[in-house]
């Protein structure tokens, strides 16, 4: 399939970190065996895992989830920041609450660049210099806080007009602050926090309140909850909740 669609030689081969051994070593030697070539792809790039609320993500678990899903509820860009915040070699723990702050960083980067949809500044040296080291997103998101940092403690005249073209400029580079603020605003959601504490008492006594046949106790409380913004799912292992959008 690689042959086919890439040729006998190509630049990139991209992976799950599982697979460096001992599949790709296998592919390697059958190509360059087939081809008489020295080497398949220029660079091997293996990911790390993706985990879900500190477990692996699986069907049998029940925290399946797909892209297409996530983006009934978030904007791409919210999703594209949330992963671009981890080396890709690393494992990503994909959390609730990792994804609402990402909205609230891009949030706040939106606001304070404003409706200017100009891109006319550079991008940071600081910023492609990490993607230039193994692709080190991680490092040029760090980065892209620290400029959001100097137009918001200091800068004024035209060198904060310079750093909010630059800030939008190395946003773009990543796929990141593409449209105006107000389009941006639209489009989102509005974000639900709850107290993730206060949910657990809620959901223990309602366990208790079922134990003893208290239906009218249950739903009331599943009532309370559903007011809070929690939508509850009953099943055969346990109860369990999310945000209702």
């Not at 990792?98 to 500044?121: F, M, P």
């Not at 904060?160 to 190395?170: G, P, T, V, W």
């Not at 079922?210 to 007011?227: P, T």
């Amino acid at each position: 399939m690689a042959w086919k669609y890439l040729g006998e030689a190509f630049d990139i081969h991209g992976g799950g970190i599982d697979l460096k051994f001992p599949h790709h070593e296998n592919e390697l030697a059958q190509t360059c065996c087939a081809f008489h070539e020295s080497r398949m792809a220029n660079f091997w790039m293996h990911n790390g895992f993706l985990q879900v609320e500190g477990d692996k993500m699986s069907k049998s678990l029940g925290n399946f989830v797909t892209i297409r899903e996530l983006l009934n509820d978030w904007p791409g860009e919210v999703l594209r920041l949330n992963m671009l915040k981890t080396h890709y070699r690393s494992p990503i723990d994909w959390t609730l609450k990792a994804v609402e702050e990402s909205k609230r960083t891009l949030d706040h980067w939106y606001k304070i660049i404003g409706d200017d949809t100009r891109a006319t500044g550079e991008a940071d040296e600081q910023v492609l210099g990490s993607l230039l080291d193994d692709l080190n997103t991680s490092n040029a998101i760090t980065r892209l806080h620290g400029i959001a940092s100097e137009i918001r403690t200091g800068a004024s005249g035209l060198a904060q007009i310079e750093l909010k073209q630059r800030l939008k400029a190395s946003g773009m580079v990543l796929g990141l602050l593409e449209q105006p603020e107000d389009e941006y605003l639209r489009n989102s959601p509005r974000m639900i926090l709850v107290d993730e504490a206060a949910v657990n008492i809620l959901l223990e006594r309602r366990s208790a309140a079922r134990a003893r046949k208290d239906f009218k106790e249950s739903d009331r409380i599943r009532d309370e909850l559903a007011a809070m913004g929690v939508a509850i799912k009953d099943s055969k292992d346990g109860t369990t909740w999310e945000i209702a959008r």
